[in-house]
């Protein structure tokens, strides 16, 4: 069993930063992908970013690519979302996930454990 607990939303101006952590308990977390999703108000759940078990591997989503940083520490069984140049369209709660397995996955139902999530509000 892994759980997670999201941390680091609020609220900030665009153009802002902030970097959102994810950790996890369990011994499995070093050989688990990791990923970011979030959930904006009538919106469905969509993908953010990924990161492979031995975090060499990365995935984003276009709408954040090049503003978004996901990267993670095994010795903390933490993983992180540094999310630069925001937006208000990234408005939007965020919730970590972990799989089984270190290949990383685009698609929600891909993972096996989420977070409880943070809330990220971005003001024009």
């Known amino acids: 069993q892994v759980q997670l607990v999201d941390s680091g939303g609020g609220l900030v101006q665009a153009g802002g930063s902030l970097r959102l952590s994810c950790a996890a308990s369990?011994?499995?977390?070093?050989?688990?992908?990791m990923g970011w999703f979030r959930q904006a108000p009538g919106k469905e759940r969509e993908f953010v970013a990924a990161?492979?078990?031995?975090?060499?591997?990365?995935n984003y989503a276009d709408a954040v690519k090049g503003r978004f940083t996901i990267s993670r520490d095994n010795s903390k069984n933490t993983v992180y979302l540094q999310m630069n140049s925001l937006k208000p369209e990234d408005t939007a709660v965020y919730y970590c996930?972990?799989?089984?397995?270190?290949?990383?996955?685009?698609?929600?139902?891909?993972?096996?454990?989420w977070g409880q999530g943070t809330q990220v509000t971005v003001s024009s």
């Open positions: 369990g011994r499995t977390f070093s050989t688990n992908a």
């Open positions: 996930a972990s799989r089984r397995g270190a290949v990383v996955s685009v698609l929600s139902r891909g993972y096996d454990y």
């Open positions: 990161i492979s078990g031995g975090g060499m591997l990365t």
